[in-house]
């Protein structure tokens, strides 16, 4: 089963559809406790920084376990953005710090929010980007970008007006700055090597 974490923010039933149809068995959790024993964890979200968290801060406990135990855990667009220490949208609410960084607000100079798609530039080749080529559009929507002080962890970028962290990967950690659940085949296929590595 993959537990598809419902905490107020976000259209789950998008990201549900999609894991239907590359096969897996998703099912939408409300309760922290429903994430023991999941075999992977989505974690998407739509919204402000500081909303989110206060709406994921009861989830926390439960989705550290996880990581703990290697659950493969996958973070969707602010799914993304609360793995960080913190945000310029919401100052002096803390992030998740997974990933020492912050997420900062795209330069004035560019459309915002970067609504649309745009093109992935491969910096590491990790599982969940198996199938996927320099170049491959993804569909964003988001007008703040993370910015990770270990660059490692960076997975892939793309270009609005500068570089703008993609995707990173960290152990059973993978997180999108895009919706793959909106990003047709190439989308699905990130989705599919996610489902893979669940069984592994």
Same mark, same amino acid.
């Given at each position: 089963?993959?537990?598809?974490?419902?905490? &107020? =923010? $976000?259209?789950?039933?998008?990201?549900?559809?999609? +894991?239907?149809?590359?096969?897996?068995? #998703?099912?939408?959790?409300?309760?922290?406790?429903?994430?023991?024993?999941?075999?992977?964890?989505?974690?998407?979200?739509?919204?402000?920084?500081?909303?989110?968290?206060?709406?994921?801060?009861?989830?926390?406990?439960?989705?550290?376990?996880?990581?703990?135990?290697?659950?493969?855990?996958?973070?969707?667009?602010?799914?993304?953005?609360?793995?960080?220490?913190?945000?310029?949208?919401?100052?002096?609410?803390? &992030? =998740? $710090?997974?990933?020492?960084?912050?997420?900062?607000? +795209?330069?004035?100079?560019?459309?915002? #929010?970067?609504?649309?798609?745009?093109?992935?530039?491969?910096?590491?080749?990790?599982?969940?980007?198996?199938?996927?080529?320099?170049?491959?559009?993804?569909?964003?929507?988001?007008?703040?970008?993370?910015?990770?002080?270990?660059?490692?962890?960076?997975?892939?970028?793309?270009?609005?007006?500068?570089?703008?962290?993609?995707?990173?990967?960290?152990?059973?950690?993978?997180?999108?700055?895009?919706?793959?659940?909106?990003? $047709?085949?190439?989308?699905?296929?990130?989705?599919?090597?996610?489902?893979?590595?669940?069984?592994?």
């Amino acid at each position: 089963m993959i537990a598809i974490v419902d905490y &107020g =923010m $976000g259209n789950l039933f998008s990201i549900y559809n999609a +894991l239907v149809r590359v096969d897996a068995a #998703p099912e939408i959790v409300r309760e922290p406790e429903g994430l023991a024993g999941a075999d992977g964890i989505v974690v998407p979200g739509v919204g402000a920084f500081g909303r989110c968290m206060d709406r994921l801060s009861r989830f926390e406990g439960a989705l550290l376990r996880a990581r703990e135990e290697k659950t493969p855990i996958f973070g969707i667009c602010i799914g993304l953005q609360v793995l960080f220490d913190e945000s310029e949208e919401s100052p002096g609410a803390e &992030g =998740m $710090g997974w990933i020492r960084g912050k997420v900062v607000r +795209l330069p004035d100079d560019v459309m915002i #929010p970067q609504m649309g798609w745009n093109s992935l530039n491969i910096k590491r080749h990790v599982k969940m980007l198996e199938g996927i080529s320099e170049g491959d559009m993804f569909y964003f929507v988001h007008s703040y970008h993370c910015v990770p002080e270990d660059k490692s962890v960076i997975a892939a970028t793309t270009e609005h007006g500068v570089e703008v962290t993609a995707a990173v990967a960290m152990d059973n950690l993978f997180a999108t700055q895009f919706h793959p659940e909106k990003s $047709g085949a190439k989308g699905l296929k990130i989705l599919e090597n996610f489902v893979r590595c669940t069984k592994c």
